[in-house]
């Protein structure tokens, strides 16, 4: 499959080659907040300390305001799961109800596809909980949503209406394992799954303006193939400098990029010394591998029957229990990537510990945990220290201390 560009991603691009990874510059690009028209937000910092993780980076990116609730365009979300940060500060645009109309209007009309919310833009309405329900969809396996809506499909006709819909997202959202700043919250601690005053983008793009349609699984699928194919596009954009391959020290770059592992210095030098310049990974690579990550506990589970064994992971059984988990097989290029970078200790096997951690903070997009500190982080770093110290030692005597 070749790559395909779309003329909107044009500025994208040009922003991305002059300033790599970087969010200011990307916002200004696409429309950021600016005019006589948008007020700022004074977020009191005491206030913001005691939100969730996923709440801060709702409220970062939420560009809009209404009736004193805060919603997202569909191009913020799409920056809130590409950056950690919006690199700006926290303004909001006040809606009036007539805007508010004219933006749902917008989302009847465009179609749907693997860049909806590209097309979409500035126009939509995204709330937090249907924001949760988004980047559920991107962390957890499909398998899931159809169980889920099996179960609220009374006349087993994999229809659902509105108001199921509604419960849906509740169901999800009460499975959600994403940790907070404050530990594992509480589930009165989130928003509840209920009809709400006025209609958001996906309530729209479901039901209509008048909430009388009736979503089908079908439709649904459709829609969480597509939220996960355009964001893969739009993550292979930002990492790849907007190539049509990525070269493997973006692919690297991708990985650690929501990740505080200890780590890191490691595995960037085994990026210098094992994989050499001018290797690169393709779009549809990257795509399977970021189908693999979705089904990232099915796969601890498989890895389990090794660490109980006490065995190391090899490149043949690693393969086979992905291909067991997913039904598909990552490329020999990216089996070889991932095993020259996650193998610490140089016995050509995996440190799927550490690999597993990496991937998690990944999928998660660094809403998973906090970082440690005190006496915990101290001991990350003894840990760190100790792995440099040890292949110190294997590089000057040509054998593993392990």
Known sequence: ????????????????????????????MFGGPTGADWKEDNVDEEMAEKLSIRKQRFMQFASLEYEGEYYMTPRDFLFSVMFDKSGRKTLAKKLTKKEVESTLGNVAKTKPGPTFFRDLGDKGLISYTEYLFLLTILTKPQTGFHIAFKMLDADGNEHLEKKEFFKLQKIIGTQDELKTALGDETL??????????????????????????KLHYCEFHRFMQDLQTEVQEMEFIQFSKGLAFMRKEDFVEWLLYFTEQENNEIYWQNVKERIQAGESISLEEFKT????????????????????????????????????????????????????????DGDNCLSHA??????KNRMHRGLRVPQQQGVPGYWKCVKRESIKGAKEVWKQTGKSPF
Request: hydrophobic residues 40%.
């Open 1 to 28: 499959m070749d790559f395909q560009y779309h003329k909107e991603d044009l500025p994208f691009l040009f922003s991305l080659l002059q300033h790599p990874l970087h969010p200011t510059k990307l916002l200004q």
């Open 188 to 213: 009165s601690q989130e928003p509840e799954s209920e009809d709400p005053d006025i209609n958001t983008m996906l309530l729209v793009h479901f039901f209509g303006r008048g909430g009388k349609k």
């Open 289 to 344: 591998f970021c189908q693999f990550t979705n089904r990232l506990e099915d796969f601890s589970i498989a890895l389990k029957m090794f660490t109980v064994a006490s065995r190391p992971v090899k490149r043949a059984e690693f393969k086979r229990a992905v291909k067991a988990v997913t039904g598909q097989e990552l490329s020999e290029n990216v089996l070889d990537t991932v095993f020259k970078i996650f193998d610490l």
């Open 354 to 359: 550490e690999f597993l951690g990496v991937l």
